[in-house]
């Protein structure tokens, strides 16, 4: 079962929507400025709603079923954010109105930043990054500009986990900085000797995944943090994983001086097939002055007890916008409409039931599935995806088998110093039954590497295509539909 | 408890399962002392009374699209077909994650080739990717990819003062850290002419915006040649509106390195600024140099057709420090949302909407031209959006059309926020959404300003 591209179904002629008649005299349209052609499909409506349903059933999606893909956080999306988000008043708002006619969206930016002030343990919340990797970008560079403000001119160099998220060293590399790897201990932890002999008055500050990509809660947190501020540095916490930490523990009180949040991980807002996020980023008091901005103030002359007015203020030392407008509205009232049905007993029980889900999973498979580090877990984990009795086996095929069965494979092969590895999050609005399902389908993929593990490397078997040649797609890139000639 | 599905039953036997007692002792790796915090958060609300503060909140702004509104520069309210919500609003794309696993995101995967292909189309390039956060987010990349083009031995870049000053900040604050100069916009009044000549040899790139900030289209012929020989292969890259490519003869005709700007025109509403779509398009050889994710077509093992991500090794996950950016998505669901705008509107459609922008913008530009104390600016042709020069500073025009008329008129943008020399000039967008009817009551409400002198208790 596959689908037609739009061009395929394109017939000369058709017309789809109608747009509406001039109702103006025209202008005159001067040619030599105007294209000749516009190459675009030609579709009817009822083309184009079918071939999009087409399309959409060859999608696995959250609605279907678990999928547990580690760091990512694929909490069920509640519908009523959808709603939430497409409200008139909301949708249909210009950015650029003035301030007196968007008191309403105002007042819902103010208090989703003063929320996620309050849940990180921060001073200042920005709402304007797009993505989680558009947060780090942001955080990194409100610290670079905080060491130079203060005259630290010489510190170039941000320190990263070796299992820290690829994005850590590549948004470090967009600000101009050095990134330098720090290893991992044998429980997990940063190691601490290594990390002694890396700071120095050369380090503009470190990238902390805390839990980290191994689901490992970093148990010398304090050490690690002592060190880097103790050199004149400053901690970025990646907020990744904030899921295990709601109402848990504040970042803020345990030190890190910036953090970003992914709302679509943490507060429930959808993955869309890959975005649209959004990266809101806090900080601790001495680095309020340098968020991106405008952010949104309560107005002290033009509120009042009954009736509070809220505007834009660019923070004096501010890194400058890092995106057109405001920030990503639309999730930004998702993330509210969750966060305020939550409240704070519901954001805890949240951490709490996603790392009692993961270490349940866990304890159902771990006897079968390799583990690098024994210890309780936070809200994911990670195993390897290989057996000794199975040499053949990677955990590719355990991944593509597991599609066999229905549901979605975890991320593979991340973190990287994890050999095979296979990294679940199953978050915690899965019901035992579904942790149960998915157990016992990785029990019995074990078993099926050594008795019969053709399956598993020819999987997946009943989907639209099977496994890819993603060699050729690289070598020889086909980006765009080819017109026959 | 909200979304947790777990009976007190089940919970117990999953403790045991782990062989703990207590959900407590799954935290024990916490420091004690910042363990179990007070947030001081609100009490929990009920669904039902969420969307009753939601409707309030939604109710104190005055919606855009309720009254008539001229008001741009960079974000245009325009029609929206039904479609394109009933599609992106389906759960099957809306709850999947990055399509890493192809065999199962063949949906999303197909759907971001149609984008690709039809983007490419539009502005004339060879090579698009799956999208970016936004036309300014795009364009601080445009930069960067012409910085690493160079190898990053060229230094400087060539900014028009007549590109969109938002994205102008955002191109400084993403560079801030990589030692570059960027020159062009120090004179606000430098003309394109003018701006072009300050590209030398260790210039990367010029980047440019057409039709501009001003609204201006810019004369596009001959200026790639003149980019590249000046600045010895630097690149051009043009920001583009891209439902003006509907009419006009798109940068990519012109030999433009890179098009790129806010797809925001195509089919997504105005949600208060965000979230957009930034697209992007380059030359095929500058594929291995772009940003972002980008989606290729190939075969799987029974040499069924199928489409993957690929040209990865670019990208963050795999290069860390040396990945061309630190995106690691891409804006699925308006992409999308743009993705069914364009299909649903087709060939004849598109066509149709620019048209209907282009008339009724030019319309209400000749009765504003016949006031008296009210002048046209440009001197070139223009799109959709063109510069008033009027007789007082524009917040209190717009303040009379808001608030002291009978009409409720969201006025249009007062340039003199970013352009010194054109304070009480007022950049005005029209669209397919304004009636003639809303035209001419904008332009009655100018002309009444003008007799009644402006803002008076």
């Not at chain 1, 279907?64 to 990512?72: A, T």
């Not at chain 2, 599905?5 to 403790?15: A, F, N, S, V, Y």
């Not at chain 2, 230094?155 to 590109?163: D, F, S, Y």
Request: proline share 7%; aromatic share 8%; hydrophobic share 40%.
């Amino acid at each position: 079962m596959t689908e037609p591209l739009i061009y395929e179904l394109s017939v000369p002629g058709r017309e789809g929507v109608k747009p509406p008649k001039l109702d103006v005299p025209p202008s005159e349209l001067p040619a030599e400025l105007f294209r000749a052609e516009l190459p675009l499909p030609e579709a009817s409506e009822v083309d184009v709603v079918r071939h999009f349903t087409h399309l959409s059933h060859l999608n696995y999606s959250l609605d279907e079923g678990m999928y547990p893909l580690g760091s990512c956080t694929m909490k069920y999306n509640p519908r009523v954010n959808e709603v939430a988000a497409r409200m008139p008043g909301f949708t249909g708002l210009h950015p650029l109105q003035p301030e007196e006619t968007v008191q309403g969206a105002l007042y819902l930016m103010y208090h989703l930043q003063e929320a996620l002030r309050k849940i990180g343990g921060f001073a200042g919340v920005t709402l304007q990054p797009a993505a989680g990797a558009h947060g780090e970008l942001t955080g990194v560079l409100i610290m670079r500009k905080y060491q130079l403000d203060r005259g630290e001119t010489q510190r170039d160099t941000i320190l990263v986990p070796d299992s820290a998220h690829g994005t850590n060293p590549a948004s470090t590399h967009m600000c101009g900085l050095r990134a330098v790897q720090v290893p991992s201990d044998e429980r997990g932890n940063v190691d601490l000797d290594a990390l002694q002999s890396l700071v120095g008055e050369h380090v503009v500050g470190l990238m902390l995944t805390n839990p980290n990509t191994l689901g490992l809660f970093d148990e010398n947190i304090k050490e690690v943090v002592a060190l880097v501020h103790g050199c004149g540095g400053l901690v970025y916490g990646d907020g990744a994983n904030m899921n295990a930490l709601l109402g848990v523990m504040r970042p803020g009180d345990a030190g890190i001086d910036v953090l970003h949040f992914n709302l679509h991980k943490t507060f429930s807002t959808p993955h869309g097939g890959g975005g649209p996020g959004s990266g809101p980023v806090g900080v601790v008091e001495r680095l309020v002055d340098f968020l991106p901005g405008p952010i949104v103030a309560q107005d002290a002359e033009l509120s009042d007890d009954e009736a509070p007015y809220f505007t834009f203020v660019m923070p004096p030392k501010s890194i400058g916008p890092v995106k057109s407008f405001w920030g990503h509205f639309g999730v930004l009232a998702r993330a509210y409409t969750y966060i305020r049905m939550l409240g704070e007993k519901g954001l805890r029980r949240a951490a709490e039931h996603a790392v009692l889900n993961a270490n349940y999973l866990l304890s159902r498979i771990k006897d079968v599935y390799p583990l690098p580090y024994d210890r309780i877990c936070m809200h994911e984990f990670v195993v390897a995806g290989h057996f000794a009795a199975a040499p053949g086996v990677r955990a590719l095929d355990i991944a593509k088998r597991l599609i066999d069965y229905g549901v979605h494979p975890p991320t593979n092969y991340f973190p990287l110093i994890v050999h095979e590895a296979l990294m679940m999050e199953p978050t915690e609005t899965e019901s035992k039954q579904s942790v149960d399902a998915y157990a016992d389908i990785l029990l019995k993929i074990a078993e099926e590497a050594q008795t019969h593990p053709e399956l598993l490397h020819d999987a997946p078997h009943n989907t639209p295509v099977r496994r890819m040649d993603e060699v050729r797609a690289a070598r020889k890139p086909v980006l765009r539909y080819q017109r026959e000639t | 408890m909200v979304y947790i599905p777990h009976t007190d039953e089940e919970r117990q036997e999953m403790l045991a399962s782990i062989g703990v007692e207590r959900m407590e002792q799954l935290f024990n790796d916490i420091p004690e002392q910042y363990r179990y915090p007070t947030l001081g958060l609100t009490e929990p609300v009920s669904e039902m009374e969420i969307l009753e503060e939601l409707q309030e909140l939604s109710a104190a702004n005055l919606n855009a699209n309720d009254v008539p509104t001229f008001l741009g520069a960079g974000a245009y309210r325009h029609w929206v077909p039904s479609v394109v919500d009933a599609i992106i609003s389906r759960g099957e794309f809306f709850t999947a994650y990055t399509p890493y696993q192809p065999e199962i995101s063949q949906g999303t995967l197909q759907a971001i080739f149609e984008y690709q292909s039809m983007i490419c189309d539009l502005t004339g390039m060879e090579v698009s990717n799956a999208s970016h956060y936004d036309g300014a987010t795009a364009t601080a990349e445009a930069v960067i990819q012409a910085v690493n083009v160079f190898r990053l031995k060229r230094k400087k870049i060539v900014l028009a003062p007549t590109v969109n000053p938002q994205y102008r900040a955002v191109v400084r604050t993403y560079t801030q850290g990589m030692g570059l100069e960027i020159v062009g916009d120090e004179d606000p009044t430098l003309p394109l002419a003018e701006v072009v000549k300050l590209v030398d040899e260790n210039t990367a790139g010029l980047i440019i915006q057409s039709p501009n900030f001003l609204g201006e289209i810019e004369d596009l012929s001959g200026l790639a040649d003149e980019v590249h020989r000046r600045g010895k292969k630097a690149l051009l890259a043009v920001v583009a509106n891209p439902l003006s490519l509907g009419l006009l003869t798109p940068p990519g005709a012109f030999g433009a390195d890179i098009v790129m700007g806010e797809g925001q025109p195509l089919g997504l509403g105005l949600n208060f600024g965000g979230p957009y779509l930034g697209f992007y398009t380059t030359r095929r050889k500058y594929v291995r140099q772009i940003a972002g994710r980008v989606v290729g077509e190939t075969v799987d093992v029974e040499g069924k057709r199928g489409y993957v991500l690929t040209l990865s090794t670019r990208e963050q996950h795999i290069r860390r420090e040396k990945a061309t950016s630190n995106i690691c998505s891409n804006q699925g669901l308006t992409m999308l949302a743009a993705t069914v705008y364009l299909e649903a509107l087709g060939k004849q459609g598109l066509r149709k909407i620019a048209e209907l922008n282009y008339h009724k913008a030019h319309y209400a530009a000749h009765e504003i031209a016949a006031l008296e104390g009210y002048e046209i600016v440009n001197v070139r042709p223009f799109f959709n959006e063109f510069v008033v020069r009027c007789p007082a500073p524009v917040d209190e025009i717009n303040h009379f059309l808001l608030e002291d008329t009978a009409y409720t008129i969201i006025g249009g943008y007062d340039l003199g926020r970013d352009y010194p020399h054109l304070a009480n000039n007022m950049l005005v967008a029209v669209t397919e959404m304004n009636s003639r009817e809303e035209i001419d009551d904008f332009v009655a409400a100018l002309a009444e300003f003008q007799v009644t002198g402006g803002y008076h208790d």
